[in-house]
């Protein structure tokens, strides 16, 4: 019991210390910093912020991954988009209007008419 | 993030509160208002774990999801529990118990209040604003809330099969993205900010759930430095909050946990059956719960195994109750044909591993008793129940060690089988520190019980209410009052001076994006900070052209201003 009372109050301290950081730190942030989160889940928010006022709410878009994103961070990257963008909808990427891509070859999709550009070969456009 | 958005989900938290209280009220009653304020906790949680459970059943069997299918999940609970107590006779609560005082606490117990109160406003604070930055956090729980709160029901690129660029967590139950998705109705919006603080409403819940249980049975200078060590251990605080549903998993499994162990002793009916319920809603929060589930329901028939005849077929009982309650989720998995996420390796294939079995062990030990994580409160839990089974109370410390080692066991299990873990404590290569989230929480739950068993038999003396002077209620009080008032007046103040100069608390919403544009303002197309597009139109000859402007770009669905330049 003494043990229990000595460690939690020792620690309070340390705790009230820990959340105020946080609570002053969140609150320096700004909309955009609070939405996307400091992860960079989101690799280039440039190309998203493009994606989400190009896209009406009932879009559907599709993701390709190229042969350069074929590890994780593409594969993050595509499902933070899947939480991020919603209410729009992942569709097939054979045939969703709206399509981003990760480090794909441009001249492999012609019919690509590409928006936004952003680094690292990330792209967002809508089929012509 | 704005006022409107935490007002609802206090309108939200409350009528879980409703709703929780009207299933107590069919499982126990109480003969005083200030009974049921001792409860309110445990109500709470049996608010939020029923409609999950109920929840889940109607999005399963594929009712649209929404604030009218939310509110009539909580209307048919409450009735149901109303017309269970009406069928038991239960009479209508007076306001006060006969004889009742305010309660006096000790000046040490009144500090230990004041630290717990401002742990709480510290708490709520570094919530408010949080991002949702954890990866877990939204690809597993939030997608599916706002597919939720978005489309009304369980879509199928987010829930079943056909996600098209990798797989989402299907085999993950829906009850805690309902919370959320309700969450977001109850805020008007997707707010993924202000839905942080459901763990803080979470957290006080279950908090409240423990205290009012315990409050009767055990001293509360036994009572609060075992509350207060179990809110800063740094396996919860020093990370922000994940968004995970690993704290409401722990919340509802370790108030189960409770429930059974005082029913071991008292054998009331209504705490089984809360258990029960408990249980039901863990295992649709998460996977893992079945597990933990199956870790409370065994410690408990251990622990009885003096009294088996009695005991073991009202604890069978409640386990097939509660399993029962999760089985269509179950059976829709079951359906759905998804890739086993759970498990990598079979059985077989888990023993072929065995040489990670003793690394696994070391760190399922090191993961629960880790100084860094839980300071000493799985040891003084451990202690505790050992102290208890030397003083005679063999059944709640029996339950007690058979469940941490459960626990551990399991984690070890986990561990050893799935072989994509590595064999490390890091938090983003191996779950196993998150997991023991639950039985650590669930040992602070019962610990101040074994101590108190144990204090009873060397002292002698039993837990009850002391009159104090009233100038000791007063000061103790006033120890209390302080404390709420001293914090939110420091912060006003400057108090915490890190970076920010102090000031009363503001509620960003998207018009501060307007003041805040994200570059391009020399161009006349600008970037605000909200992602929005702000289009510039310059040299509008005069008053009357600009207000034909004005109707013009409201007819087409903008939200116009017209500016003078002052020249």
């Known amino acids: ?128 | 993030m704005t006022l409107r958005a935490i007002g609802g989900l206090i309108v939200l938290h409350l009528f879980f509160l409703g709703v929780g209280a009207g299933i107590l009220w069919g499982l126990r009653g109480w003969q005083a208002w200030t009974e049921f304020l001792r409860l309110a906790g445990v109500a709470y949680l049996l608010g939020v774990a029923s409609l999950m459970t109920l929840l889940t059943l109607a999005l399963v069997i594929g009712l649209g999801f929404g604030p009218p299918l939310f509110l009539a999940c909580g209307i048919a609970l409450v009735a149901g529990g109303l017309v269970l107590g009406w069928r038991n006779g239960r009479p209508l609560p007076r306001l006060l118990p006969r004889g009742w005082r305010i309660p006096s606490p000790s000046l040490l117990s009144a500090v230990l209040i004041a630290a717990i109160v401002v742990y709480f406003e510290a708490f709520f604070r570094s919530e408010r604003l949080a991002e949702l930055y954890d990866w877990d956090a939204w690809f597993t729980w939030t997608l599916k809330a706002k597919a939720l709160f978005y489309f009304g029901g369980m879509e199928e690129w987010v829930f079943g099969t056909a996600a098209h660029s990798g797989g989402v967590l299907t085999s993950y139950p829906p009850g805690f993205p309902a919370v959320q998705a309700a969450s977001f109705h109850a805020m008007g919006s997707a707010d993924v900010v202000t839905l942080n603080l459901t763990y803080w409403f979470l957290t006080l819940g279950f908090v409240a759930a423990v205290a009012g249980l315990l409050a009767p049975r055990v001293r509360a200078m036994i009572l609060l430095p075992v509350l207060l060590l179990a809110l800063v251990v740094p396996g919860l605080t020093g990370i922000p909050v994940p968004g995970g549903a690993d704290r409401p998993l722990a919340y509802l499994v370790a108030t189960a946990a409770l429930l059974v162990v005082l029913w071991l002793d008292e054998r009331k009916g209504w705490q089984l059956a809360a258990a029960t319920l408990l249980l039901a809603g863990a295992f649709l929060t998460k996977r893992e719960g079945l597990l933990l589930g199956a870790c409370v329901l065994a410690a408990a028939f251990a622990a009885t195994w003096g009294d088996r005849r009695g005991a073991w077929p009202r604890l069978a009982l409640s386990g097939i109750a509660a399993f029962v309650l999760a089985l269509p989720w179950r059976i829709w998995v079951a359906t759905q044909a998804f890739p086993d996420e759970g498990l990598e390796t079979g059985i077989f294939e888990t023993l072929e591993n065995v040489g990670r079995a003793w690394p696994s062990l070391e760190l399922a030990l090191r993961a629960m008793f880790g100084y860094g994580f839980w300071l000493v409160l799985p040891a003084v839990a451990v202690a505790a129940a050992l102290l208890a089974f030397l003083a005679g109370a063999r059944k709640p410390a029996a339950f007690a060690l058979v469940f941490l080692g459960l626990a551990v066991a399991a984690n070890t299990w986990i561990t050893w089988s799935q072989t994509f873990f590595g064999l490390t404590l890091d938090y983003s290569l191996n779950p196993a520190t998150r997991f023991m989230v639950t039985p650590v929480l669930t040992a602070a739950a019962v610990t101040p019980l074994l101590l108190e068993r144990a204090w009873v038999a060397v002292s002698g003396r039993r837990a009850g209410l002391r009159r104090r002077g009233v100038r000791t209620a007063l000061l103790a009080w006033a120890i209390v009052v302080f404390a709420i008032v001293a914090y939110p007046a420091s912060m006003a103040a400057g108090y915490s001076g890190f970076r920010l100069p102090g000031g009363t608390p503001s509620f960003p919403d998207r018009d501060e994006c307007v003041r805040a544009p994200a570059g391009f303002e020399t161009t006349e197309i600008a970037r605000d900070g909200c992602g929005r597009l702000r289009i510039f139109v310059d040299d509008v000859a005069s008053f009357a052209a600009g207000e034909k402007l004005l109707s013009q770009a409201r007819a087409a669905g903008l939200e116009p201003r017209l500016e003078a330049s002052g020249r």
């Not at chain 1, 950081?21 to 942030?29: G, I, P, V």
């Not at chain 1, 910093?33 to 960079?40: H, K, S, T």
């Not at chain 1, 999709?109 to 550009?117: D, G, I, Q, T």
């Open chain 1, 1 to 128: 019991m003494v043990a229990a009372a000595v460690a939690g109050i020792a620690r309070l301290d340390e705790t009230l210390g820990l959340f105020d950081w946080r609570a002053d730190r969140n609150a320096s942030l700004s909309y955009l910093d609070r939405e996307y989160g400091d992860r960079g889940w989101a690799l280039d928010r440039r190309v998203i912020e493009d994606a989400r006022l190009w896209m009406p709410p009932d879009a559907e878009y599709g993701i390709v991954l190229g042969s350069r994103w074929d590890n994780l961070d593409g594969q993050v990257a595509a499902d933070f988009l899947k939480y991020f963008l919603l209410p729009r909808k992942e569709a097939s990427a054979g045939s969703a209007p709206w399509l981003f891509c990760y480090g794909c070859d441009v001249a492999e999709l012609a019919s690509l008419e590409v928006l936004s550009r952003g680094r690292d070969g990330i792209l967002f456009g809508r089929r012509r």
